[in-house]
């Protein structure tokens, strides 16, 4: 007898020893805003078709043999997260669970450090397409935005970060409010290089259309109410036209009684009459005859 042959499902790796939370805070206020912004975005408005993962501060692992690289933003196309983040094994980005690297990260200066190109030599290890540094407050020289697009294992500046074509999106600066802090902010924008909305004005174009949907509700009722009233109106008016109709009805029944009532009479005077007639000729032609008779008998004088 042939043995029962199956194929197993290939095992995880241990990742028990893998430091996947280490409480470390973020390193300033600007830089913390900033993290959460760009991907409250892009999970408020962004629309691209595809399953995308958008993270900050999140670890991203490539082995059980280095420890984690922690990019400020990540974003990642055609993945979806685990149904159960809880187990450690699915609490970071680990690229053997999600069959591969980021498509984008992005990081956020906030010192002269210049950890960022350190950064960027494991993020070409791990696959990293697209490599974006924002430095608002210009820790690193006068430029704020710079974008690096991998080909081979080196990453090559980009001109244009206005629109990506392989990623569906586009980034640009914006000077503006974020909460309760104005300043320099790096946001997704589409292809026609407008901004996507901000959760907030995504909150707020959904109440506005809940207003207005309540007002046409509300206006679609006052006319429902307007024709029943009219509709009652008409039936009303309806009901009285009927009522003088058949009020007229009948009153032209009378009359066509009494007219009838009339008829009869005058035709029963008129038979009277004719029978009047009929008598008197009798009488006349009798008193003819005897007239006649009396000639012959001489007696007419």
């Known amino acids: 007898m042939e043995a029962l042959l199956y194929e197993e499902e290939p095992l995880e790796p241990d990742v028990s020893h893998l430091v996947t939370e280490d409480d470390a805070p973020v390193d300033s206020w600007i830089s913390e805003k900033q993290m959460r912004l760009f991907p409250n975005i892009l999970h408020a408005s962004w629309k691209p078709g595809r399953p995308f993962v958008a993270a900050a501060d999140v670890g991203l692992f490539g082995s059980v043999d280095q420890p984690a690289v922690v990019p400020d933003i990540m974003v990642s196309l055609d993945v979806t997260l685990p149904e159960d983040c809880r187990p450690k094994g699915r609490r970071s980005y680990f ?62 500046e980009l001109l244009d970060l206005s629109w990506i074509e392989e990623l569906g999106l586009g980034l640009m600066t914006w000077q ?25 004005e995504v909150a707020e174009a959904a ?48 009359e066509h009684e009494r007219a009838q009532g009339h008829k009869a009479r005058a035709e029963a005077a008129e038979e009277w009459a004719e029978q009047e007639r009929a008598r008197a000729s009798q009488e006349r032609d ?16």
Request: glycine letters at 6%; proline letters at 3%.
């Open 95 to 156: 690229t053997w669970v999600f069959g591969k690297a980021p498509d984008l990260v992005i990081e956020v200066v906030s010192n002269r450090e210049g950890s960022e190109v350190e950064k960027a030599q494991r993020y070409a290890r791990l696959g990293v397409r697209y490599y974006v540094i924002f430095d608002p407050e210009r820790w690193l020289g006068d430029r704020v935005l710079r974008g690096y697009v991998l080909h081979g294992l080196n990453y090559v």
């Open 176 to 200: 503006g409010r974020c909460e309760d802090m104005e300043g320099l902010w790096l946001r997704p924008c589409g292809r026609d290089k407008v901004l996507l909305p901000l959760p907030t």
């Open 207 to 254: 109440q506005t259309q809940v207003e207005e949907e309540r007002a046409r509700a509300e206006a679609a009722q006052t006319q429902v109410e307007e024709e029943r009233a009219r509709a009652e109106a008409a039936q009303a008016q309806a009901a009285e036209e009927r009522a003088r109709a058949e009020a007229a009805q009948a009153q032209a029944d009378e």
């Open 286 to 301: 009798r008193a003819e005859r005897l007239l006649a008779r009396l000639r012959e008998l001489g007696l007419d004088e």
